[in-house]
């Protein structure tokens, strides 16, 4: 099974919209972000199926990853 | 005279007679300009209880002591009146060029007062005011007019102008200036229709003074570093536009979709933020002096023009079920043109979709494509014929509230105090559902941005679905808002700056000695006397409330599933935060605390 990284606004340049992961033991969000080669500074919102994400969670069957840089507007 | 001009400019559109008055230089003190020096005169001009489409009605024009200064964003004004569509004060604001231009004509402020017998628009070039016939402009489109009236009054004056939607007294009317800037919410557009008033252009040259020059420079470019070095103001805005919050609300399962009937938009991507850059978008665009530039200026087949924001791609486009972006670009383009407000037009389509799928709307009374969600010819259709009241269109004028009224079921209107609520679902976000709620100018989102710390993490990060600390927050973000409002700054600075920096600002500028407390309780000040004229004016605290289906029908999937709002948890400890009686009536403890009582005596 995988797990679906979505990027969003410019943490797409280069990696595109979704990255999928091959899910095995102990995977987690700081893992990925260091394969995707995004500095963790330049995260602003992590979402692990739409809530509050921690970047040490191992990842589990069926999980979604949102990643965004600082975004704002109103 | 430093940041202020210290004039007042009086037009009787009755007598078609002006004068010039000195500004109360107390009074701006201590409720600083636009927003908050405009409802404080109001309140000490005009009855309550005024009917807000009559002539006793007044129009209050009212720049910042930063509007016009070199200050980054000094560029906004505010407009003050009585809301037609919420009957409670309304303040709407607009960024552009308009605003600076009217400090360079001379002014800090224009009370409009009594009803024209004929079509006029006001002109102010250097100070000289005429008030001159506008039969050949009635009717125009607001692009048209700006280009007739620019022709008119000479290179680098400004139009503030309605559409044919003020004209026509719809309750949805924006004011708008430099084409696609609006004063967009609250009806204000109808309130200058029923004065007879087409437009308001402005030329001038006279600078604002700044009382410490070398101390200005020093804050400026102080704040100017945080705004670029500041991820939001300095990245996210410049390169996506307010559009990039599609995509980030819907990931938390919080953008209301099919009029809130769902709250999460699976074909959210095709309208995004990312989507419109990458598709439409021609260029970005920047209001005067801002460093930010989160203005879009898009092209969809032989339609371009300003805009649009989240708001009205959210409105028109998941709240309408609608995920065709180059229609969503066209419904903007025709709400600019027409004098709308995106938001409450789109949303007011987006009730109508859910009258008529539910059986209340008949096929026989629409005299045009059928209201249904996802129909994506129906949101451009549907906005021009609200514009001109035209056909049922004349109904959708009338805004969601009066229209869901008009079949029974009020309470499938998404609004607050009548005011359509934006693009956020209060029940995944706790706190800004309260802001909603207690919003006084009704359901809006510039009136403490809760967004920031409960999704975006900014200052810093809160549990969305909590309830503790909200209030704190919500009157903290209220105050501080208020105050940004009235210096004529644009709340989007505010992603990077705090009130220590606002009052380093105005101390520049006008030689005050404000500090990050006075800012806030100017702010707290402002909230006040706004509370005390919508009471007044009969909008009980009562209406302090949401939709009974925010707080009964929970989210039916997404993220956010299983929430409803908890409105009654949070409102008393709201209102002893604010010190105010249980009932929410601001204390005579607080007012007097406040300063606001002396000056209620004296009016
Ligand atoms: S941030 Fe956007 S709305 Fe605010 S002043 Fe700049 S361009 Fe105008």
């Known amino acids: 099974m995988n797990v679906e990284v979505r990027l969003f606004a410019t943490l797409r340049e280069g990696r595109g919209k979704k990255v999928y992961f091959q899910l095995k033991a102990g995977l987690t969000p700081r893992i990925i972000i260091k394969e995707l080669n995004i500095q963790e500074e330049d995260i602003a919102i992590l979402l692990i199926n739409g809530r509050d994400g921690d970047f040490d969670r191992p990842l589990m069957e069926g999980d979604y990853l949102s990643i965004f840089p600082p975004v704002g507007g109103g | 005279m430093f940041g202020y001009k210290g004039k007042v400019l009086r037009v009787n559109l009755k007598d078609r007679t002006y004068k010039v008055e000195d500004l109360n230089l107390h009074m701006a003190k201590k409720y600083i300009g636009g927003r908050g020096l405009g409802t404080k005169m109001f309140m000490d001009e005009v009855d309550p209880k005024v009917d807000a489409l009559s002539p006793e009605n007044k129009l209050l024009v009212v720049t910042g002591p930063l509007t016009g200064s070199p200050t980054p964003t000094g560029g906004r004004y505010m407009v003050v009146t009585k809301s037609p569509l919420t009957g409670t004060i309304a303040s709407s604001n607009s960024g552009g060029f308009w605003g600076a231009q009217l400090k360079f004509a001379g002014y800090d402020v224009i009370v409009v007062e009594e009803k024209a017998d004929k079509p006029v628009y006001i002109s102010i070039v250097d100070g000289v005011v005429e008030i001159r016939d506008a039969s050949h402009i009635w009717g125009k489109v607001v692009s048209e007019t700006t280009d007739v009236l620019e022709k008119e009054c000479g290179e680098k004056s400004k139009v503030m102008t309605i559409g044919p939607a003020g004209e026509k007294l719809s309750r949805l009317a924006a004011i708008m200036n430099d084409k696609d800037r609006a004063a967009g919410r609250s009806g204000v557009g109808a309130v200058m229709g029923s004065k007879n008033l087409k437009a308001i252009v402005v030329k001038g040259s006279s600078k604002v003074e700044v009382k410490d020059p070398d101390g200005l420079k020093k804050v400026f470019s102080e704040s100017l570093k945080k705004i670029r070095e500041n991820g939001v103001t300095g990245q996210g805005l410049p390169t996506y536009g307010t559009a990039v919050l599609v995509n980030i609300i819907n990931e938390n399962g919080v953008l209301p979709t099919n009029n809130f009937q769902k709250s999460y938009d699976d074909k959210a991507e095709a309208i995004s933020g990312e989507t419109l850059a990458e598709k439409y978008l021609v260029k970005k665009e920047a209001c005067y002096r801002c460093p930010i530039a989160c203005g879009r200026y898009c092209k969809v087949d032989d339609i371009e023009g300003g805009g649009p924001e989240y708001e009205t791609i959210w409105a028109y486009g998941s709240d309408c079920g609608v995920s065709n972006l180059g229609n969503i670009i066209k419904a903007n383009y025709w ?41 994506d010819e129906a949101v451009i259709e549907w906005t021009k014929k609200m514009g001109l009241r035209e056909g049922f269109g004349d109904k959708l004028a009338e805004g969601s509230y009066r229209l869901a009224e008009m079949y029974g079921v009020p309470e499938l209107s998404m609004s607050v105090k009548k005011q359509e609520i934006p693009a956020y679902d209060p029940r995944g976000i706790q706190g800004h559902g309260l802001q909603y709620a207690t919003s006084n100018r009704g359901g809006c989102h510039v009136r403490g941005y809760l967004i920031s710390p409960e999704i975006l993490g900014l200052p810093e990060k809160l549990d969305r679905f909590k309830l503790d600390g909200k209030a704190t927050w919500a009157k903290a973000f209220q105050d501080l808002t208020a105050a940004i409002d009235s210096l004529g700054l644009c709340l989007f600075t505010s992603f990077a700056l705090g009130a220590g920096d606002y009052a380093s600002l105005i101390n520049a500028v006008c030689g005050t000695d404000h500090t990050a407390d006075s800012i806030f309780e100017a702010g707290e000040r402002i909230w006040n006397i706004e509370k005390l004229f919508n009471l007044e004016s009969g909008v009980a605290p009562s209406e302090d409330k949401l939709p009974k289906r925010l707080l009964e029908e929970p989210i039916p999937e997404g993220p956010s599933k299983g929430w409803v709002h908890k409105l009654s948890d949070l409102l008393p400890e709201y209102y002893e935060l604010r010190g105010w009686s249980k009932e929410g009536i601001p204390t005579d403890e607080r007012l007097e605390k406040l300063g606001i009582s002396e000056d209620m005596a004296k009016a």
């Open chain 2, 335 to 375: 709400c600019n043109e027409m004098g709308l407000d995106t938001i409450s037009a789109g949303v007011t389509v987006a009730t109508a979709m859910e009258l008529y799928e539910k059986g209340y709307i008949r096929d026989e009374e629409i005299d045009g494509t059928p209201l249904k969600f996802g129909n």
